[in-house]
């Protein structure tokens, strides 16, 4: 296999590391905006350089974002070419562009390191939906996110300080809005239920609330009740169709969920003959997500492509009834008080995400369904 490596930052650096040392694929061109020297690969700033040679038959994305990562992958398809990347924003915000074409095309793409970094979430997902029906999908997804909320439960930190100890160690960027408020695990929850249950959910009906507006008292109040708040994605079959959504939510102390440290990633899944399966693990680094890019490249040598063919569009319906703690704005129809805050009476995850994007200066975190 030869590859052109899109990118020589974080994951493109490890995706060029991890196949040096291999005798059955080889990165012999790499496109990337600096100057740069390196002993057994063309470098260009030119994409037309890697779409135009004919012996590349495989093009690894690794420069993240929307554009150009669209254009550059519509291109190598176009051109016949494999993909692999592990661009989650990418698969979410284009899925019903790229599957039907690189089906039409007849090449092979993947995109297992998208979600989960080193986990193979989206592979195992692949195996199980050869023997049964998916019925859930969900869990911690952004390490950013987990670092910052274990921070401020375990070391009783500020979000402030939370937040700047993340960006000190590299687990947040200069500007977090991405992670903090929900937007990168909504894009991993899309491409997750896309293809555990084989459709393409309704993007626009996908709520997302981040953890933005947490505060050292929030935390506070959980621990007295007996809680550690998360931020999660669900996703689930219905009679009806689907609900799905991203949401902080509290855990009892003893659930698994509540000992999710650090940067760790805890996605879960619900199969019909299984049952409950959890998947743990580092949800991002260089290496966990390169490690998975190269299992991709493997898979495309075996001739495996996407993990499900492309489905029909889906409606997403969120009338699961939910009790919420509540911080900030009004709310009529509040069951009892914890400090400043409400607990709401059961109310549908849609009509409070409605509510909640009318007050943005509240905070909100769902309670367990059995409380």
Known sequence: MKIGLLGFGTVG????????????????????????????????????????????????????????????????????????????????????????????????????????????????????????????????MNGTCNFILDSMTRLNLSYDAALRQAQFLGYAEADPSTDVDGIDTWHKLIVSANIAFGVSLDRDGIPAAGIRRVTADDMAQFHAHGYVCKLVSFACRQEKGFAAFVQPTLFPNRALEASVPTNYNLITLVGSTSGRQSFYGQGAGRYPTAYNVVQDCMDIQKGTGFYCRYGSKAAVHNDLPMRYYLRGGEWQDAETRWGDAVITKPVSVAEMHHWLSRHPEAFIAALPAEE
């Open 13 to 140: 650096k490890g995706v060029y590391k991890l196949t040096a040392a291999r005798q059955d694929m080889l990165v012999s061109r790499v496109l990337c905006r600096r100057e740069l020297s390196l002993p057994d690969a063309e470098v260009t700033h030119d994409f037309a350089d890697i779409l135009r040679d004919s012996t590349i038959d495989t093009v690894v994305e690794a420069i993240g974002g929307l554009h150009p990562a669209f254009e550059y992958v519509k291109a190598a398809i176009e051109a016949g070419k494999n993909v692999v990347t592990a661009n989650k924003a990418l698969m979410a915000t284009c899925y019903d562009e790229l599957l039907p074409l690189a089906e039409e095309k007849g090449v092979l793409l993947r995109c297992t390191a998208s979600v989960g970094g080193g986990i193979g979430w989206l592979s195992e997902l692949e195996r199980v939906r050869r023997i049964e029906t998916i019925t859930q999908v969900g869990g911690i």
